[in-house]
């Protein structure tokens, strides 16, 4: 079993999205928190310390992720989705995105 967790910055649309969308897929978990301060669930160390592989959404949160939890990411795939805030939740053009761009790295 993956831990998968899914980052953009205020865990309102694209990495609920995710999380969602790849809820009931076989041999992971998922969760999604956001980068900010006043995400819905702010990313912790917790979380990056659970997880096996993270996926961010823009370049700006994998620098994120890489500055706040640099111990935390040892041995952990951080993948970068290149997905920008242009969409809402369970936007039907995000799903498709997600479905094209994660599996590869389950």
Same mark, same amino acid.
């Given at each position: 079993?993956?831990?998968?967790?899914?980052?953009?910055?205020q865990?309102?649309?694209?990495?609920?999205?995710?999380?969602?969308?790849?809820?009931?897929?076989?041999?992971?978990?998922v969760?999604?928190?956001?980068?900010?301060?006043?995400?819905?669930?702010?990313?912790?160390?917790? /979380?990056?310390?659970?997880? $096996?592989?993270? #996926?961010?959404?823009?370049?700006?949160? +994998?620098?994120?992720?890489?500055?706040?939890?640099?111990?935390?990411?040892?041995?952990?795939?951080?993948?970068? /989705?290149?997905?920008?805030? $242009?969409?809402? #939740?369970?936007?039907?053009?995000?799903? +498709?995105l997600?479905?094209?761009?994660?599996?590869?790295?389950?």
């Amino acid at each position: 079993m993956k831990n998968v967790l899914f980052v953009c910055s205020q865990n309102k649309l694209r990495s609920p999205t995710a999380e969602q969308v790849f809820a009931d897929w076989p041999d992971i978990e998922v969760s999604s928190a956001g980068t900010n301060n006043d995400a819905e669930n702010p990313l912790s160390s917790e /979380l990056v310390e659970w997880a $096996d592989i993270i #996926f961010v959404m823009e370049r700006t949160h +994998r620098t994120k992720v890489q500055n706040r939890y640099r111990s935390a990411l040892k041995g952990k795939r951080l993948i970068c /989705l290149h997905i920008p805030d $242009d969409y809402d #939740f369970m936007d039907p053009g995000l799903v +498709r995105l997600l479905k094209a761009k994660i599996p590869q790295h389950l």
